[in-house]
């Protein structure tokens, strides 16, 4: 059973433009939504996460918007950039403590074409 | 300062064979959660140790087990290899158990003939 559904599969976009990649989730007991960043040939790494008592998280070029009535994330790259060619998978947890399960999206292969 | 490490960090065995990967976790890090990646997936929950105490597991059959030493270091065993067990196997560490304290290994890519 598929808790988490990620959208699109893959996603070109021109360099300089703006990256979405959004996720839905099922199970109303997620309080943790991160999204990790994989490079061939390299475990994920985190690359921003938020919790569902804000709307919205931005560091950097990177953007989390959050709409808990929908039970939707999404995630933004601003300036998009060939070195953020990857593949980026979205997750949730219900992060108590002690608590490390995530259930991951099935990702999203990114490609920044010049 | 070294991230989470692996070993080995790839190995072919054949069909009901057993196998045992190793991960270190970042010096101070107390809970080891270990993940199945399916070519073209997203990574599957296995297991999670913290203070050598499982806390959690996935949907996983018997096969899978595993273990956490006092070192914080841990192992997954996978017996009766079947071919569907072909995958990367991630390993991933958290300082007092907080996901945001989390790193991910670079993975075991295990295949199974």
């Known amino acids: 059973q598929q808790q988490v559904k990620q959208s699109p599969q893959s996603l070109i976009v021109q360099k300089g433009g703006i990256s979405i990649i959004n996720c839905a989730y099922e199970n109303t007991a997620f309080d943790y939504f991160p999204w990790y960043q994989q490079f061939p040939g390299k475990g994920p790494a985190l690359l921003i996460a938020?919790?569902?008592?804000?709307s919205e998280k931005k560091e950097g070029r990177f953007t989390i918007s959050f709409n808990k009535s929908a039970k939707q994330f999404s995630l933004h790259i601003m300036d998009s950039q060939p070195g953020d060619s990857a593949t980026y998978f979205c997750a949730a947890s219900t992060a108590n403590f002690g608590n490390e399960k995530l259930t991951f999206g099935t990702g999203t292969r990114l490609t920044i074409i010049p | 300062d070294a991230g989470v490490t692996q070993s080995p960090t790839h190995l072919i065995k054949t069909r009901g064979q057993q196998v045992t990967l190793r991960c270190s976790p970042i010096s101070g890090h107390k809970s080891v959660s270990w993940y199945q990646q399916v070519l073209g997936q997203g990574p599957q929950f296995i297991f999670q140790?913290?203070?050598?105490?499982?806390?959690g597991r996935g949907n996983f059959p018997d096969r899978f087990s595993a273990r956490q030493f006092p070192n914080y270091s841990s192992e997954l065993n996978v017996n009766a290899l079947l071919l569907g067990d072909s995958a990367l196997y991630l390993c991933?560490?958290?300082?007092?158990?907080?996901?945001?304290?989390?790193?991910f290994g670079p993975g075991t890519r295990l295949l199974v003939l």
């Open positions: 991933a560490s958290s300082g007092q158990g907080r996901l945001e304290t989390q790193y």
């Open positions: 140790y913290y203070e050598k105490e499982e806390r």
């Open positions: 938020i919790r569902p008592d804000v």
